[in-house]
């Protein structure tokens, strides 16, 4: 610890007597200085043991003295020492007076203890107490990284939180909290999430102090990563400010926390190339040889049933669909990038990614991303963590631009996101076009995500809402309802009524309230117009789809 004015007090050979403020004596000092200005606090910077012999001073003037010694006080001088014998064969009363009044110590200097040698103590004990603290901090800096070697970010944590005597937590690029030491700082962590996502906004590496509630501690974050994208977020709660050693601990702490991220980037990196690899093999239906690759990096994954997710920018879905006239997207080969290593802040891919895999990092589930051009695909367990966590997301994304309003193509920030239904590994490709029919109707309909299963039980009619299909119907009913638009006849109506009824005679005309030979009449001009035969199922079926999707358009 720094110098104090009773440990000089306690030097044997400086030989010092307290003469006021006994109570004060604990007050560390940061200089010893010597000054025989009547008025030297323009050049005190506050901490500072002033050393006098009163030249220039009235030291018998009480008044003087209690402006003096105010001043003092004012600009955080902690300390008078006062030499006899020079100027004074002892300390006039009314610097005492005024010392007490003021509770400044004042300490009585003999004249055989030179100025010289209090600063020399002082100095040395400065030293001294530096020395300390950066072997403290180096010894603290070797068992943080032995901890972190043996036990990982855990291990550092505990020995970081013990190092400073608090607390200190690790959060994801999420802002979730992934780790804390002890156990009990993961709520106070939890609480803290707002402030580190501020942070994340700020230019890396960034760092800031936060209050906790009704001053329950004082917290650093401090961000981790290198370059403009943060990747994790550090914070150490204590009850005071850290001393040199303790911040010696900080610093190397989000050092060490720095370097396993950016190995974890590169690790990555060669995750997402195996994992392409392994998806190819998986959609070529060699699930056998995707096992083999993959070997132990995804656990049990291409074993139990799980989902395979497509995602794409809202941005990227128009163009493809502008591009494509709404035509199926065949799978493109999945190509390895590095996603994670990118800066792309605002990149809802990104984010899915980094939502996706803390969400089974934190469940302990395995989970396959790849970036695959544009688009991200997704491997992972049925019913788990991630699945939830994508589902999560993406309703979130819609919730924020609101469930009415309709998506524009200038919506970059927005996802569109198919899900396909529980499939195993020899169905991969399968499931990878159902997620891409999911995928396509999500598109169509502007919501941000759509399970294949969902298109199974619902209705095919919402389908028909597509301006593609209106655009077919209103061109094979045009001549009909131009025929009707004459008033010779109600020929629309007619072959409604007959497709509804599977083409009987009599139950279609009872409808009608017409006689079946009227029918039967109509149906002929309808064959006759159309140029096609009624009795082609095929002709029936499209007739049918285009009279419903005129109703469906209010028509």
């Given at each position: 610890m720094p110098p104090t004015l009773a440990s000089l007090v306690h030097h044997s050979a400086l030989k010092l007597t307290v003469r006021a403020g006994e109570d004060r004596l604990d007050v560390p000092v940061r200089w010893a200085h010597v000054s025989e200005l009547a008025d030297p606090v323009p050049y005190m910077e506050g901490g500072e043991l002033l050393l006098i012999t009163a030249l220039k001073l009235d030291a018998e003037d009480p008044a003087a003295m209690r402006r003096y010694v105010k001043r003092l006080v004012g600009a955080g001088v902690v300390g008078l020492g006062f030499a006899v014998g020079v100027n004074y064969e002892e300390i006039p009363k009314a610097l005492v007076d005024a010392a007490r009044g003021e509770r400044l110590p004042l300490l009585e200097v003999p004249r055989r203890t030179p100025f010289l040698a209090i600063s020399k103590a002082v100095s040395a004990a400065i030293a001294a107490d530096q020395y300390r603290a950066v072997t403290a901090g180096f010894a603290a800096q070797r068992e943080l990284t032995r901890q972190a070697l043996?036990?990982?970010?855990?291990?550092?944590?505990?020995?970081?939180?013990?190092?400073?005597?608090?607390?200190?937590?690790?959060?994801?690029?999420?802002?979730?909290?992934?780790?804390?030491?002890?156990?009990?700082?993961?709520?106070?962590?939890?609480?803290?999430?707002?402030?580190?996502?501020?942070?994340?906004?700020?230019?890396?590496?960034?760092?800031?102090?936060?209050?906790?509630?009704?001053?329950?501690?004082?917290?650093?974050?401090?961000?981790?990563?290198?370059?403009?994208?943060?990747?994790?977020?550090?914070?150490?709660?204590?009850?005071?400010?850290?001393?040199?050693?303790?911040?010696?601990?900080?610093?190397?702490?989000?050092?060490?926390?720095?370097?396993?991220?950016?190995?974890?980037?590169?690790?990555?990196?060669?995750?997402?190339?195996?994992?392409?690899?392994?998806?190819?093999?998986?959609l070529a239906?060699?699930?056998?040889?995707?096992?083999?690759?993959?070997?132990?990096?995804?656990?049990?994954?291409?074993?139990?049933?799980?989902?395979?997710?497509?995602?794409?920018?809202?941005?990227?879905?128009a163009a493809r669909a502008h591009a494509e006239g709404h035509a199926r997207v065949a799978p493109a080969p999945p190509a390895a990038a590095k996603l994670a290593a990118a800066d792309t802040d605002g990149d809802p891919l990104e984010g899915l990614a980094e939502t996706v895999e803390s969400a089974a990092a934190r469940a302990g589930e395995a989970v396959l991303v790849v970036p695959e051009g544009e688009r991200l695909v997704v491997l992972t367990v049925d019913g788990g963590a991630a699945v939830g966590a994508c589902q999560e997301y993406a309703f979130a994304v819609q919730a924020t631009r609101g469930a009415t309003r309709e998506r524009s193509p200038a919506d970059e920030d927005e996802l569109v996101v198919g899900m396909s239904a529980p499939a195993g590994p020899i169905a991969a490709a399968a499931a990878?076009?159902?997620?891409?029919?999911?995928?396509?109707?999500?598109?169509?309909?502007?919501?941000?995500?759509?399970?294949?299963?969902?298109?199974?039980?619902?209705?095919?009619?919402?389908?028909?809402?597509?301006?593609?299909?209106?655009?077919?119907?209103?061109?094979?009913?045009?001549?009909?309802?131009?025929?009707?638009?004459?008033?010779?006849?109600?020929?629309?109506?007619?072959?409604?009524?007959?497709?509804?009824?599977?083409?009987?005679?009599d139950a279609a005309a009872a409808d009608l309230g017409v006689h079946r030979h009227?029918?039967?009449?109509?149906?002929?001009?309808?064959?006759?117009?159309?140029?096609?035969?009624?009795?082609?199922?095929?002709?029936?079926?499209?007739?049918?789809?285009?009279?419903?999707?005129?109703?469906?358009?209010?028509?």
């Open positions: 043996s036990d990982g970010p855990e291990g550092l944590l505990a020995a970081l939180a013990a190092q400073v005597d608090g607390w200190a937590a690790l959060y994801d690029a999420s802002g979730a909290v992934v780790a804390a030491a002890p156990e009990w700082a993961a709520r106070r962590a939890g609480r803290l999430t707002p402030d580190v996502e501020r942070l994340r906004e700020r230019t890396a590496p960034a760092s800031c102090v936060v209050g906790g509630p009704s001053g329950e501690d004082r917290v650093e974050l401090h961000s981790l990563g290198t370059g403009r994208r943060r990747r994790a977020a550090l914070a150490v709660g204590t009850a005071a400010a850290p001393g040199t050693a303790e911040r010696y601990a900080v610093h190397s702490a989000v050092a060490l926390l720095t370097l396993t991220t950016e190995r974890s980037r590169s690790l990555h990196a060669a995750e997402q190339r195996i994992g392409a690899a392994v998806l190819r093999m998986l239906g060699e699930p056998d040889h995707a096992r083999a690759v993959a070997g132990d990096l995804y656990g049990n994954l291409l074993d139990a049933p799980f989902r395979l997710i497509l995602a794409e920018s809202a941005s990227a879905s990878y076009k159902q997620a891409e029919q999911a995928l396509s109707v999500a598109r169509r309909r502007g919501r941000s995500l759509v399970e294949h299963e969902e298109l199974a039980a619902g209705s095919v009619l919402p389908l028909l809402a597509d301006d593609a299909v209106r655009a077919f119907a209103d061109g094979l009913l045009r001549a009909l309802r131009e025929h009707d638009a004459t008033g010779r006849g109600d020929l629309v109506a007619s072959l409604r009524a007959w497709l509804s009824r599977h083409g009987q005679w009227t029918l039967r009449y109509r149906m002929r001009r309808v064959e006759e117009i159309l140029g096609r035969s009624l009795d082609d199922p095929d002709v029936r079926m499209e007739l049918w789809l285009a009279l419903k999707a005129t109703a469906a358009a209010g028509e």
